[in-house]
Nanobody, 115 residues
Framework: QVQLVESGGGLVQPGGSLRLSCAAS????????MGWYRQPPGKQREMVAV???????NYGDSVKGRFTISRDNAKNTVFLQMNSLKPEDTAVYYC?????????WGQGTQVTVSS
């Protein structure tokens, strides 16, 4: 059982930046895939960014060029750097981990982009 704890959410103005962190309860090098998903109000959860154990990344179309996912294996932490934030980025952001057939989710952190 992998436990994931997100932090770093909050209120930011349009055009601003935030950095989300996801701390895992065990060595993330043993985890096949980690990533970030988000769920805007009244909408379905969508993929934001994922990173494999080897460091390959993939991004949702709406965040390409603005968001960057990275991982620090020594700290068992995955980050999401979000720049040029827009009101439509407002959502609850969830950390996700996949290992074999198992899937794990964090509790979520709220990101609100508003002036």
């Amino acid at each position: 059982q992998v436990q994931l704890v997100e932090s770093g959410g909050g209120l930011v103005q349009p055009g601003g930046s935030l950095r989300l962190s996801c701390a895992a309860s065990e060595n993330i090098f043993s985890i096949d895939l980690m990533g970030w998903y988000r769920q805007p109000p009244g909408k379905q959860r969508e993929m934001v960014a994922v990173i494999t154990r080897s460091g390959s990344t993939n991004y949702g179309d709406s965040v390409k060029g603005r968001f960057t996912i990275s991982r620090d294996n020594a700290k068992n932490t995955v980050f999401l750097q979000m720049n040029s934030l827009k009101p439509e980025d407002t959502a609850v952001y969830y950390c996700h981990a996949a290992r074999g057939i198992f899937r794990y989710w964090g509790q979520g952190t709220q990101v609100t982009v508003s002036s």
